[in-house]
């Protein structure tokens, strides 16, 4: 494989992925396009941003003329799909630019690949289009049931990659992750938000009892997961994508608090998400036949993450100040005025392990 397309690139999980791969892969070449969103932020690529191998576009992928423009001037071996709206929360407060970039995006790339016959196509998915998994684990075979806009999308986008495989034989392997976090994630998400208010001594909204369940995946082992799968992955196959680290959110928080050294006082529970699922859990034995496991503990990913946003203060306080406050207002504004009984828990109630 010498040149694949990365879109989306410029978000957290596609930077990482970026990063990693330049550094695997000396001879590999790298095109990243990227709409830059609020999501998206070149920043996270400074490493790269001077390597020959590594070229930047800003476009949409739901774009279908951006797309064939681009792919008729640079033939590439593999496209792999970073591009989407991601939070939930977002989802459910106007969920319109997630129909358009997680299904029609996916469209615009899959008709791309068709038309020059693109070698493989790895769609990065989530372990959300399953919905709920109240107990046992989901397997690559499990039923659909997504409960957000967002989940809706992504699992909309899975389908059209399955049909796109049976219909006109286009190479498509489908990844659905767990939850990931590490360096150069977001703010908004649970854990980066949670890491970055603490550091802020500001409130840490915990929604409902906090008793949510989510499996936890370190941004690297999902990159080598990707890349395996890049390689090795079989058209029209799905590969789930598991940390081996469930936890609950509340534990989460108090690990947080306790790693910045902050009061767990902080922790607030605040009124629930609608739809809000209850757990998430893999059954990644597929992926791992192929020879993956993930190298990285839900402790020594959260203490490195830890040290990575006190170190890169600069990095999201320049998000934190801008945009970011609307949607923060928006989404928490009323929530932390409400704070209290009936909205699972008292106000400046600390959670416990049991
Ligand atoms: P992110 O929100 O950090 O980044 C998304 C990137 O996509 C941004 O750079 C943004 O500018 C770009 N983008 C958005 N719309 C676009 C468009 N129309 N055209 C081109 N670029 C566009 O997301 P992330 O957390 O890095 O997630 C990457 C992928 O992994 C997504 O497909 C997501 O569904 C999937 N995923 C994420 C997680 C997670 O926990 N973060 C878990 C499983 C799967
Ligand atoms: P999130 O990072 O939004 O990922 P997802 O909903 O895609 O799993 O949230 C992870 C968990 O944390 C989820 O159960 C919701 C919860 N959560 C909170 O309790 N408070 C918050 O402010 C956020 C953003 C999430």
Known sequence: MKRILVTGGAGFIGSNFIQYMLETYPDLQVINLDKLTYAGNLENLRAVERDSRYSF???????????????????????????????????????????????????????????FSIARFVQISTDEVYGPIPEGAASEASPLAPSSPYSASKGGADLLCHAYFVTYNVPVVVTRAANNYGP??????????????ALEDKPLPLYGDGRQVR???????????????LREGRPGEIYNIGGYSEEQNRVIAETIVELCKKSPELITFVEDRPGHDVRYALDSSKIKALGWEPRVSLEEGLAKTVAWYKKNKDWWKKIKEADFKN??????????????????????NTPSRS
Request: proline share 5%; charged share 25%; with cysteine.
């Open 327 to 348: 949607y923060y207002t928006a989404q928490y504004g009323k929530r932390l005025q409400k704070k209290g009984p009936g909205n699972g828990g008292e106000p400046g």
């Open 184 to 197: 150069y994630q977001y703010p908004e998400k649970f854990i980066p938000l949670f890491i970055t208010n």
């Open 215 to 229: 499996e936890w995946l370190y941004v690297t082992d999902h990159c080598r997961a990707i890349d395996r799968v």
């Open 57 to 115: 576009f800003q476009g949409d992928i739901a774009d279908r003329q951006v797309v064939m423009e681009l792919l008729s001037r640079k033939k590439v071996d593999a496209i792999v799909n970073f591009a989407a709206e991601t939070h939930v929360d977002r989802s459910i407060l106007r969920p319109d630019d997630f129909l358009k970039t997680d299904i029609f995006g996916v469209f615009a790339l899959l008709e791309a690949a068709r038309h």
